[in-house]
């Protein structure tokens, strides 16, 4: 891999960064922790984050891809299709295909291009039941990478993802620290060095009662998974009302806030 001196970052709320909040609110997430990384060891290192929460793949495509062809920066992380692959009656064929076209589009700027396979859901109540179709995804995109030539992050392979501590109370966003093993994932695939590793355990579980646990679990269900799948019905987009946190590719340094930290 080359010494990159840009790069720009594609996505939804993964990308983003919800729910590593910095300390003023505004979302930070492995793709800022990255770029930190990134701008720690060239002069002049140049950022973009395009993503914006609840964004569908053909949204990203639309409003993002087009940006990253006009700069052509060296690096570029993709992460799309994840909205759609929870939505029901979903076609990851079709999904792929999209992503596949995409994806063509970004590897001819020349730049190199990351993607990511989807989370091991095997441990969340509800997206349990869709596990096989991410599993069918993750391995489409694993053809795409190969035969486009493509740097692939196996987020399905990172075990301590898998445990419902790295996740926030809706389920569906990282924690802090599991944008840090993202991160610290990201960097090593790129061959990056870093002094911490993402496979650390999370030590030992706290048990909770039974009653508990399915407390969470109809908490989570009104308050997150209803009004999604509301939404869904009627037809909405999400994601509207929101900007780029970080439209422009420019000095890192320049367009970072002040209260920076390490990966």
């Not at 992460?79 to 009656?89: K, L, Q, V």
């Not at 076609?91 to 001819?108: S, T």
């Not at 030590?203 to 869904?232: C, F, I, K, S």
Request: proline fraction near 8%; aromatic fraction near 8%.
């Amino acid at each position: 891999m080359r010494p990159w001196t840009s790069y720009v970052a594609l996505g939804d709320s993964f990308t983003e960064g919800l729910d590593d909040l910095r300390d003023d609110g505004s979302p930070r997430g492995w793709a800022d922790r990255v770029a930190e990384r990134l701008a720690g060891e060239v002069p002049g290192f140049r950022y973009a984050n395009l993503a914006v929460r609840g964004k569908f793949l053909d949204q990203i495509v639309r409003d993002q891809v087009p940006v990253a062809e006009q700069v052509r920066p060296d690096l570029i992380t993709f992460s799309a299709g994840g909205n759609d692959i929870i939505r029901p009656r979903c076609d990851p064929d079709a999904v792929a295909e999209r992503c596949d076209a995409a994806l063509a589009r970004l590897v001819a700027t020349g730049a190199d291009v990351v993607i990511f396979a989807g989370f091991d859901t095997r441990r969340v109540p509800v997206l349990s039941t869709i596990r096989g179709r991410i599993a069918t995804f993750n391995e489409l995109l694993r053809g795409i990478a190969d035969r486009r030539n493509l740097v692939l992050v196996d987020l399905w392979a990172m075990t301590p993802l898998s445990d419902p501590r790295s996740w926030g109370r809706d389920r569906l966003h990282l924690t802090p620290d599991g944008h840090r093993r993202v991160a610290l994932r990201t960097l090593e695939v790129l061959g990056i060095p870093v002094t911490e590793d993402w496979r650390e355990p999370l030590g030992e579980v706290d048990p909770h009662p039974w009653r508990h646990r399915r407390q969470e679990d109809l908490t989570w269900a009104r308050n997150y998974m209803l009004p999604y799948l509301r939404d869904w019905m009627r037809g909405r987009q999400t994601g509207e009302g929101y900007a780029p946190k970080r439209p422009r590719l420019m000095p890192y340094q320049d367009n970072a806030p002040t209260n920076q930290a390490t990966v």
